[in-house]
């Protein structure tokens, strides 16, 4: 049997892409030449890898052990081409996922950062909610994952990286932004805009106030803090959000922030690798810088 480097990287484009014809596009080859290289794969290894589902490949259980040790394979294979290079080509495509508030307000300058200190790096970064960046690291579609909320997932493994603090915030016009001290009741009655179902900072909103409060009157669910930043500047209702997404309005004056010390809203950050992720050179690095400026 001589399985070669490219059934393998069309075997994972497949299973990632899902289909041929987006793995054929994302390779630069042939949708023939890609369908050739699955079959000639298949063949030699005298199964099938993947359940056809109309015009969607989905992997069945052979597909799925083999796809770890694919990805191993083709990693160690670039890790060494890129050790081998010219100490500006060190530092291979890496694949990074992060979610809302780390991927729009930390994740850019840490990348910034990083590429200033590494000029060959070649980064990509995917922002998504925490519900997304878990299954794009289950599938492989990432390399590395930055979430605000929490991971239970077995084949992930979950480091805390760095502390955040959420806040509840008002526009300065709204009755509850004039009081020196709030309550459970005064959140209750009022209205609030808050993340979607799958988010981080939603997560942790549900975990600390719905154990204080009855109940609470959603008006509002949006996939973004900008988006909850302006309504809540509009008056029309109370917010949730990391402080580090407020420092600007709070310094304008757009919103405030409001007083609840009966709630612990205080969070871990983690970082999240898939266990049997191979880790190059350049994943190391990347992730001794994170550890480094978050120390």
Request: charge should be negative.
């Amino acid at each position: 049997m001589r399985i070669t480097l490219k059934q393998l990287e069309v075997f994972i484009a497949v299973a990632q892409a899902g289909n041929v014809t987006r793995a054929a596009e994302g390779l630069n080859i042939t949708q023939s030449a890609t369908s050739m290289a699955l079959a000639d794969f298949e063949s030699q290894l005298g199964r099938k890898l993947f359940d056809r589902i109309g015009k969607r490949l989905q992997l069945n259980d052979t597909g799925r052990l083999l796809l770890p040790k694919a990805l191993d394979a083709v990693a160690r294979v670039a890790d060494i081409e890129h050790l081998a290079a010219s100490d500006t080509a060190l530092i291979g495509p890496l694949r990074i996922g992060a979610s809302m508030t780390i991927g729009n307000y930390m994740m850019p300058g840490l990348i910034g950062s990083f590429m200033q200190q590494h000029p060959g790096a070649q980064l990509m970064l995917e922002v998504a909610n925490t519900r997304h960046i878990i299954q794009a690291l289950e599938q492989f579609q990432i390399d590395l994952g930055f979430i605000e909320g929490f991971c239970h997932e077995p084949d992930i493994e979950v480091i805390p990286w760095c502390r955040d603090e959420l806040v509840i915030f008002a526009a300065p016009s709204h009755p509850l932004a004039s009081r020196k001290t709030v309550n459970e009741e005064d959140l209750a009655n009022a209205d609030w805009i808050l993340r979607e179902p799958g988010s981080g900072t939603r997560e942790v909103f549900d975990n600390a106030v719905l154990g204080r409060i009855h109940r609470i009157n959603l008006l509002l669910e949006f996939g973004h803090s900008e988006a909850i930043k302006h309504a809540v500047a509009s008056g029309i209702g109370l917010g949730c959000a990391s402080r580090r997404t407020l420092e600007d309005a709070f310094r304008t004056g757009s919103v405030v922030p409001l007083p609840t010390p009966f709630l612990n809203l205080e969070r871990e950050l983690y970082l999240l690798i898939h266990r049997q992720k191979y880790r190059t050179h350049g994943l190391e690095t990347f992730l001794q810088h994170c550890r480094q400026a978050m120390a």
